[in-house]
């Protein structure tokens, strides 16, 4: 084989690669180095560089330099020269590819960069960049004074290349275009979508004290990612309506949020609840049957009260927040899940962790983005919000106009204490609307004895009560004692509704009954 023919098997194997490259990449800072690296060692020069066009300041300069010599590459690199002179001036007029066998003692060649480098520039080819505004820049490659001429075929070689980097010039502009449009659209759409969230989900959440703002925004961070949220808060802080917010202002939206109350199931139910079983794995399991995780695939799980989680369930639900997947009970082989997981609890599980009582890896899992919920102590600006609110919501209830609250007994809501928190508070109010009639402004006798602080007896048989309340009416007089002793009951009782039925001789469904006809939550 020939020695041009060799070296034409060489150029064809470098184009190859590439355009090879050129179709894999679109990062500029990857590509022309590549290119301007290997024209260097096929075309025998001393060095090879891309000069880009500034047209704000009509400069010419070398954001990309190959060079046998990394001084001479370094110092070409920060090297700026006016577009309008120079052998690279010329092709930027001309937009034709130029050819010289000594640039040095050519009356168009600017010695500056030769200046600034130490280098003796005899032979020069230089191509055109060309892009759809026009030239775009040069691909140049030189020879040493005194070396051999460029061939034809080599300055054929550069132009190929130059067209190369010309298109990738253009699409990686094109893409950084693109890419900022889309990455201010992504702003724009999480702006958009937070706003939605803040309408749709966060919209029943009363609150514009400072701590709650920080709650807003910690749910709206918590909503943008898929992160194992925790909420923190003593009883009836919202806790739920929290977990909620951040499931229905984040990207699982659509999917089911599951809500499970780890202390209201018994230890041996409770791993085939979350998990499901295999027909057969216990007696009474008839059928196979999904778990809840299962259920909120797609979705959000909440597990409430996960500082009741047993000490033997935690590794199990460890292993589905470390391997995003469950084993049901009486079965082997794990299936996969997707499911976020929001937690609350009102204990302090760091506490629990220190007395062994809850693994601190499932801690750790659990809590990657703990939201602190404050009493209702701590936001009692909040309390007039609250109560507006749900006497709004009471009175819709209860199919019940309702003219508003007399300023005195606002005042008791403001000053009162409420260990109970906002669910106490929305309590006393659904309480007091119950009590109300029609067109009724609530004034201090639709109020608990606990707010009114009316001395003992007052309250506490109907028939004394009935007089200065709701009127002689037996029947309201009654509703009015079993409202209030239920409430009693409940508040006592931490809101647990089993435990209340059970303590007040009642069926679940008879309280749930009664709850509801009483607005008692
Ligand atoms: N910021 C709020 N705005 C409107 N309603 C609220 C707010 N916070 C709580 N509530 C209401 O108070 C009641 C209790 O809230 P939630 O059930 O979320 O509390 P919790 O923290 O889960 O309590 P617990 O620990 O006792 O389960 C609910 O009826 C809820 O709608
Ligand atoms: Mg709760």
């Given at each position: ?61 070398f ?19 006016p ?50 505004q ?90 943008g ?5 925790l ?14 917010g ?33 027909k ?34 935690q ?6 927040l ?50 602190q ?26 199919g019940?106009?309702?003219?508003g ?5 606002l ?19 659904e ?31 109907p ?59």
């Open positions: 084989m020939s020695r041009q023919s060799l070296e034409n098997d060489g150029r064809l194997a470098l184009l190859y690669e590439v355009s090879l490259a050129f179709a894999a990449r679109t990062e500029l800072a990857e590509l022309i180095p590549l290119v301007i690296t290997k024209s260097r060692e096929v075309l025998d020069a001393a060095g090879s560089s891309v000069m880009l066009l500034d047209e704000n300041r009509n400069e010419l300069y954001p990309f330099v190959a060079d046998s010599d990394p001084e001479t590459a370094s110092r070409l690199s920060g090297h700026r020269m577009a309008s002179q120079g052998l690279g001036g010329d092709v930027i007029r001309t937009g034709e590819p130029l050819r010289v066998s000594d640039a040095s003692s050519d009356p168009r060649f600017d010695d500056a960069a030769d200046r600034a480098t130490g280098f003796k520039t005899g032979p020069m080819i230089l191509a055109p960049l060309r892009s759809r026009g030239i775009a820049g040069v691909l140049s490659a030189v020879r040493a004074m005194g070396a051999p001429d460029f061939s034809d075929d080599d300055l054929k070689m550069l132009v190929a290349m130059a067209s190369g980097v010309s298109v990738t010039i253009e699409n990686a502009r094109l893409y950084e275009a693109l890419r900022d449009r889309e990455e201010g659209l992504r702003a724009e759409v999480g702006a958009l979508r937070r706003d939605a969230a803040r309408r749709d989900g966060f919209d029943e959440i009363v609150g514009s004290a400072p701590a709650m703002r920080e709650v807003f925004s910690l749910m709206e961070s918590a909503a990612s898929p992160i194992a949220v909420v923190e808060g003593e009883t009836g802080t919202g806790k739920e309506l929290v977990a909620r951040i499931h229905k202002a984040s990207a699982r939206a659509s999917g089911a949020f599951v809500a499970v109350n780890c202390a209201a199931l018994p230890e041996s139910l409770l791993e085939s609840e979350l998990f499901g079983h295999r057969g794995a216990f007696t009474g399991a008839t059928q196979d049957r999904k778990g809840l995780f299962e259920a909120a695939a797609g979705g959000t799980i909440f597990l409430d009260e996960i500082g009741e989680m047993p000490l033997s369930m590794p199990k639900l460890l292993r589905v470390q391997e995003n997947e469950i084993v049901p009970v009486g079965d082997t082989r794990p299936r996969p899940v997707d499911v976020r997981v929001i937690s609350a609890t009102n204990r302090d599980l760091e506490a629990e962790v220190e007395s062994d009582r809850m693994r601190a890896d499932l801690y750790y899992r659990l809590a990657g983005f703990p939201i919920l404050p009493n209702l102590e701590e936001r009692r600006e909040d309390i007039p919000h609250f109560v507006a609110h749900f006497l709004d919501s009471a009175a819709a209830g209860h019940r106009r309702i003219d609250i007399e300023a005195e007994a005042q008791l809501f403001v000053d009162a204490q409420w260990p109970g928190n906002v669910r106490q508070l929305q309590n006393e109010v309480r007091s609307v119950a009590l109300a009639r029609e067109g009724d402004v609530i004034g201090l006798r639709h109020l608990s004895r606990r707010l009114t602080g009316a001395g003992a007896g007052a309250e506490s048989s028939s004394v009560r009935a007089t200065d309340g709701p009127g002689h009416d037996l029947r309201e007089a009654r509703a009015l004692f079993e409202a209030r002793h239920i409430r009693s009951v409940l508040d006592a009782l931490g809101g647990n509704v089993s435990r209340a039925a059970e303590a007040l001789g009642l069926s679940r469904s008879m309280l749930q009954k009664k709850m509801k006809e009483y607005s008692l939550r």
